[in-house]
């Protein structure tokens, strides 16, 4: 690990303006994956700014009946939290099929948001990736890319964003409140968060150097079943092959309203808007649910390894809708 | 109780005793010497002479660990597990793989149970930091402690510190009525601990002995005996 100097943030301004000043200076909450990620040299900064004990640890109601999630507030809580339990059991299901028990405790819902893709190569230097070394190129394209991207990829990445609960915020339209370098707040949506590799896959987001994320606002929960459903290579413990966060209002034989988000095969969390205006109105059977997933994975890329991701996505998308659909 | 700062502690082991640590390094010493026919200790000579890292400067900390304050100064790069393996030779909590994937360096921060190997040291200041050194009482073994002896849960024993922190927390989570991913509902309150939610659980330790039968047993009993 390369020497950094380390300062604990006394506020939130503060702790802005102590990243924003320093070209090489990171924030610190959880530690789980920037640690991780620097024990391996491939995150380096040279200043750390903690900002774990910052008063952002609170989960609160909004005036129009959603929550409002510090950025603080560990992963663990978040999923236990009562409210998250019985209005948004998508989140809460979303973030148990995550990491383990002693992650969860650590790790921070900005962190989780922020963390950085587990693409084998992104994490060894001895090989060529983009979102790492910026035009050296991407070793998964023609490498073991079992675990990449069916969606949204490009030429130069298809590393997947890994995390489960993005996934289902997603779904529930959740907003990312920040603190901008120049000490404005800001909210973006959390489809806009994060963005497509195209020709610069190492710029993940659309937050600017020192932007801090301080919250995460969901609105009221929409109407509907919500399921939460991870496919994955061991029962507990692993990243998404594929996982499905729907949301779905079904009455009088006909689907109402749905919400739909796939997590594991882009580099984004993925949500289906188009397909949940193709699902609203139309018959709740089996043969609306294939159509919808067939059209889901229309524009879906299979590489040597990983084309199997297309067919279990679209099954999954087709089981979940179902689950959900069953008022 | 912090104990006062004067109370004496070995920084560093008396320069005669034997460690685990020497005598794993001479064992291998020794079996480099009859693969190579060269002393590993001069092999590593020139390199250590030739190195002239200048030391990294330290930043002055107080953890409390087991009820006990240890003012320690540490580079800031020092994770709590090298913090308590190196600088304390507190070396209960074991180091596994180092990136927070096998759970062997589990311990409890403010009662929870995290990955000491995935956090800096220096973030700890002030927490309740409990290690495997700290769970028995006067001699006596944690009841968590006890059920994996009694049920012979592991077989090499290096997860086990980890295994039992893990336990321990996870044991706290059940009865403050957290889900799992194996909940059957999410809502309810009461976590019925069977075997399918100790599995999903407990996912975060790896056991390459694969002792999970009888770790699950010995996890079983303590939650029987505490009504979990």
């Keep these: 690990m390369k020497y950094f100097t380390y300062e604990r943030a006394q506020d939130v301004r503060q702790a802005v303006a102590s990243v924003t000043s320093r070209p090489d200076a990171k924030f610190i909450s959880g530690g789980t994956n920037l640690l991780d990620l620097m024990k391996l040299e491939i995150e380096q900064p040279t200043h750390l700014v903690d900002i774990s004990r910052l008063p952002l640890d609170r989960i609160d109601e909004t005036p129009e009946r959603g929550l409002r999630i510090g950025a603080q507030v560990r992963n663990s809580d978040l999923a236990a939290d009562a409210r998250v339990r019985s209005r948004y059991p998508v989140l809460s299901q979303a973030l148990l099929a995550g990491a383990s028990g002693q992650l969860r405790n650590k790790a921070s819902t900005g962190g989780n948001l922020l963390q950085r893709t587990r693409c084998y190569y992104f994490y060894d230097r001895n090989m060529p990736c983009n979102k790492r070394a910026p035009g050296t190129g991407c070793a998964a394209l023609q490498g073991f890319n079992r675990m990449h991207a069916v969606l949204g990829g490009s030429d130069a990445c298809i590393a997947v964003h890994p995390s489960d609960m993005a996934v289902a915020m997603t779904a529930l339209d959740a907003g990312v409140e920040t603190v901008t370098p120049d000490g404005n707040t800001r909210t973006i949506p959390i489809a806009e968060l994060h963005r497509l590799p195209g020709t610069t896959p190492h710029v993940e987001t659309n937050l600017q150097r020192g932007e801090m994320i301080t919250a995460v606002t969901l609105p009221p929960p929409p109407p509907g079943r919500q399921i939460y459903r991870k496919v994955r290579d061991r029962a507990s413990y692993a990243f998404a092959l594929v996982s499905v966060a729907a949301i779905v209002e079904s009455g009088g034989g006909r689907v109402r309203s749905a919400r739909i988000a796939m997590g594991g095969v882009a580099p984004k969390p993925w949500r289906g808007t188009d397909i949940e205006r193709s699902l609203a109105g139309e018959p709740a059977s089996d043969r609306t649910y294939t159509a919808i997933a067939e059209s889901a994975l229309r524009d879906a890329r299979g590489f040597n390894h990983n084309a199997f991701k297309i067919v279990l996505a679209k099954r999954t998308l087709r089981r979940t809708i179902a689950d959900a659909a069953q008022a | ?228």
């Design chain 2, 1 to 228: 109780m912090a104990a006062k700062d004067d109370e004496t502690w070995p920084k560093t082991w008396p320069e005669n005793w034997p460690t685990r640590r020497t005598v794993l390094e001479a064992g291998g010493a020794a079996t480099l010497l009859f693969a190579t026919g060269m002393p590993a200790r001069a092999q590593q000579m020139p390199a250590l002479q030739g190195a002239s890292v200048p030391a990294a400067p330290t930043t002055p900390i107080k953890l409390i660990i087991n009820s006990r304050e240890y003012p320690l100064e540490l580079d800031p790069r020092t994770t709590l597990l090298d913090a308590l393996r190196e600088h304390l030779l507190l070396t209960g909590s074991k180091k596994g793989c180092d990136h927070g994937q096998c759970g062997a360096c589990t311990v409890l921060v403010n009662g929870r149970r995290i990955n000491a190997c995935l956090t800096l040291a220096v973030m700890h200041q002030g927490d309740e930091i409990t290690t495997v050194e700290g769970l028995a009482v006067n001699g006596t073994l944690h009841p968590v402690q006890a059920a994996f002896v009694a049920r012979d849960g592991f077989q090499c024993g290096y997860c086990t510190p980890g295994q039992v922190c893990s336990t321990v927390g996870m044991l706290k989570e059940v009865e403050a009525g957290w889900p799992s991913h194996a909940s059957t509902d999410i809502t309810t309150q009461k976590v019925s601990l069977t075997e399918a939610e100790i599995r999903e659980r407990m996912s975060g330790n790896i056991c390459r002995c694969a002792a999970y039968p009888n770790i699950v047993a010995a996890i079983r009993d303590v939650a029987e005996g505490t009504g979990l």
